[in-house]
């Protein structure tokens, strides 16, 4: 299991630092363009909005691998000791909730996008470029559960404090 976990953290990070040097490549190819020779590449600005959601997906999917991702744990601060797993467990069962919740709903807005229109950015079909909403959440929910089924068996890995 865990030579797969390691070629899953490995696709992850390779994607977001593909998706990062396209955008960088098309956006400096774009100002090139537009300064020096006064033309632009039309489907480059729609193509660049979509890759900010595929670095934000593959942002939050990589923090959620190692449980970085943001939130408030004020109550934690002031709970005792013993509250500590309880509120963990009850975080990690809102998290994939709230998760599967975003993966089931952008995945019908995904449908209906692939449906109903006929965009397209350079050929490709624009709801292509939205599939990274369903695949990022479910992956997130799957994680997070996955840290809450550690946690009722008490095995789930302690964050460390910042």
């Not at 004020?74 to 994939?96: E, H, M, V």
């Not at 109903?116 to 559960?145: C, D, E, H, K, N």
């Not at 840290?147 to 890995?157: E, S, T």
Request: with cysteine; proline share 4%.
């Amino acid at each position: 299991m865990r030579p797969l976990l390691k070629l899953t953290q490995r696709l992850e990070d390779l994607l977001i630092v593909l998706v990062l040097l396209g955008m960088m490549v098309l956006a400096v190819t774009q100002i090139v363009l537009r300064n020096g020779f006064g033309t632009s590449l039309v489907w480059v600005d729609p193509l660049l909005q979509n890759a900010v959601l595929w670095i934000g997906l593959l942002g939050a999917m990589i923090a959620t691998r190692n449980d970085e991702h943001i939130r408030i744990d004020l109550a934690s601060q002031y709970l005792p000791a013993a509250w500590q797993r309880g509120l963990s467990t009850l975080i990690d069962l809102f998290t994939c909730l709230v998760c599967a919740g975003m993966a089931w709903f952008s995945l019908q807005a995904v449908i209906d996008e692939a449906s109903f229109s006929s965009s397209r950015l350079a050929g490709v079909p624009s709801w292509w470029l939205q599939t990274i909403l369903p695949f990022g959440f479910a992956v997130m929910a799957l994680r997070y559960a996955l840290l809450l089924g550690l946690n009722l068996i008490g095995r789930r890995p302690q964050r460390e404090a910042p």
